[in-house]
């Protein structure tokens, strides 16, 4: 538990009640919670099914109908076919498979590859299974696409599993189809199992399309993708996350599960069916108010001397820090100190994240405007940004 000892999030947690207990305005664009709700259709199924009496058992095991819809949704989204049998378990939200996927995984003292920066469970999880983690740089340099051919030889012969996640978190970045193929050649050369997070494919942007990484030849013979529901039908609330993919990995992962809790509530269940087979319109819907968000929150800010360029995919904004400012906590401190803004510090998404910050587009337009003007009174840009 030392692991996570109070760490930056408590800190800006504390500034942030201190300035709202003085009655200021506080405009938070730290942590990825979306304030676009379900749509109308997913609202109903959750509330017929929570008045059903009988649907207040252990839910023990997924029920047959979820399994079907999920492959359905993967065949009609992304073209690929899966056993719902066999291929898929639900999961409570991704940050629980993430958490407790490498325990079927690796043992003490395996090694596990993960990004760098990276959104912090992909390493949590494995130290706590007693793992010990290689850390990839994603670089700017490479668009913060990972190169696996800079993995030493000595580190990919010990590594068990390797963590991947485009459209990235914290980044923003997108891969293209060469990497895929690239770590499903890689993975099949060391033995090793992939975990893909495909928490975004809906949120990408400027006319491109998401992709899944079970769609490549050979995916499926070496690991697994896990899906949310979180962002894309604004369910974060309710937990909803599906891996997906080898037969072998989903079996362990839902043997442990079926060690750990009892399921998923029922009602969620059904509002998972409604949101994955109803109408998707909700989910155009919600790609073009994240792409308008963007948009105005980038624009606004290279408008006042903070250059930020447009991601092309996620609901996040990867900037660099003032070149004035030495650490993107300190930089991250002042921002909500002195203009009430608070963004996450680069640092707390691993050793590559300092001298970034990353902004969640989880305010309305008017709230973003006002968080432009309030760094802009700030005067904390005064020497510009590094580029």
């Not at 009640?17 to 709700?37: C, F, H, Q, W, Y």
């Not at 690796?106 to 469970?121: K, M, N, S």
């Not at 009892?262 to 109408?279: H, K, R």
Request: net charge negative; proline share 5%.
């Amino acid at each position: 538990m030392d692991h996570f000892g109070e760490g930056i999030f408590s800190k800006l947690a504390e500034l942030k009640k201190e300035k709202m207990a003085r009655g200021e305005e506080v405009i938070d664009l730290s942590i990825g919670t979306p304030n676009i709700p379900p749509a109308p259709h997913i609202v109903e199924a959750l509330c017929r099914g929570a008045s059903r009496p009988e649907n207040y058992v252990y839910a023990i095991s997924d029920r047959r109908e979820l399994l079907e819809a999920a492959a359905q949704w993967y065949q009609r989204r992304y073209n690929v076919k899966l056993n719902p049998e066999t291929e898929i378990c639900s999961l409570l939200g991704s940050q629980e498979g993430l958490s407790h996927i490498a325990f079927t995984i690796v043992d003490e003292g395996d090694t596990v590859l993960v990004p760098d920066p990276c959104y912090p469970v992909f390493g949590d999880g494995p130290q706590l299974a007693g793992a010990s983690l290689y850390y990839m740089p994603q670089k700017k340099e490479h668009n913060y696409v990972l190169q696996l051919d800079e993995i030493p030889e000595e580190v990919a012969e010990k590594a068990r599993l390797l963590v991947v996640s485009y459209p990235n978190n914290p980044t923003a970045a997108i891969a293209p189809d060469s990497f895929y193929e690239e770590l499903i050649a890689f993975a099949k050369k060391y033995d090793i199992i992939v975990l893909h997070d495909n928490a975004y494919s809906e949120l990408v942007f400027d006319g491109r399309t998401g992709g899944s990484f079970l769609r490549f030849p050979g995916a499926r013979e070496v690991g697994v993708e896990f899906n949310s529901l979180s962002k894309t039908y604004g369910l974060a609330g309710a937990r909803i996350g599906f891996c997906l993919g080898n037969e072998a990995v989903v079996s362990k992962l839902r043997l442990l599960k079926s060690n750990m809790d009892y399921g998923m509530f029922l009602p969620i269940q059904e509002a998972a069916i409604a949101a994955i087979t109803g109408t998707q319109d909700c989910v155009t819907a919600t790609r073009e108010i994240y792409e308008k968000r963007r948009n105005l929150l980038c624009d606004g800010f290279t408008s006042i001397g903070w250059r930020m360029d447009r991601p092309c995919a996620t609901m996040f904004v990867w900037a660099s820090i003032p070149k004035n400012y030495g650490s993107s906590e300190k930089f991250a401190m002042e921002m909500v100190e002195k203009a009430g803004v608070l963004v996450t510090p680069g640092s707390a998404f691993g050793p590559s994240g300092e001298g970034f910050v990353r902004l969640a587009l989880v305010q309305n337009e008017a709230a973003l405007n006002r968080a432009i003007e309030a760094v802009r009174k700030s005067k904390i840009l005064k020497a510009g940004i590094d580029t």
